[in-house]
């Protein structure tokens, strides 16, 4: 497997914004759907938005819907997650993943994973 490398976390206020990247590293290949989930302590991993190399076509978990919006930069093997009018329920470590499968309006994650970066968000 491979790490991805992740940036962009940080504490912000309520309503503000954070953009967080995911580089797949060096030489390697990788399928090019990815995917961002997030983690809030005592709850499950959770998926927050998706993304397919082919269209591309995305999704989004309802209690982002609006405000988060993914992208990728294929020529920098790269995705984006901007995150808007960020609330504190979204705190959490948040994890890239790519290399999984983009079907039915979700997002299925490989085993290849960012380290995580955590956003805290104070009301």
């Known amino acids: 497997q491979v790490q991805l490398e992740e940036s962009g976390g940080g504490l912000v206020q309520a309503g503000g914004s954070l953009r967080l990247s995911c580089a797949v590293p060096?030489?390697?290949?990788?399928?090019?759907?990815m995917g961002w989930f997030r983690q809030a302590p005592g709850k499950e991993r959770e998926l927050v938005a998706g993304?397919?190399?082919?269209?591309?076509?995305?999704s989004y978990s309802d209690s982002v819907k609006g405000r988060f919006a993914i992208s990728r930069d294929d020529a920098k093997k790269t995705a984006y997650l901007q995150m808007n009018s960020l609330k504190p329920e979204d705190t959490a470590v948040y994890y890239c993943?790519?290399?999984?499968?983009?079907?039915?309006?979700?997002?299925?994650?490989?085993?290849?994973w960012g380290q995580g970066t955590q956003v805290t968000v104070s009301s």
């Open positions: 993943n790519a290399g999984g499968l983009y079907r039915d309006n979700t997002y299925i994650p490989s085993d290849h």
């Open positions: 993304i397919s190399w082919s269209g591309p076509m995305t």
């Open positions: 060096g030489r390697t290949f990788l399928t090019p759907d």
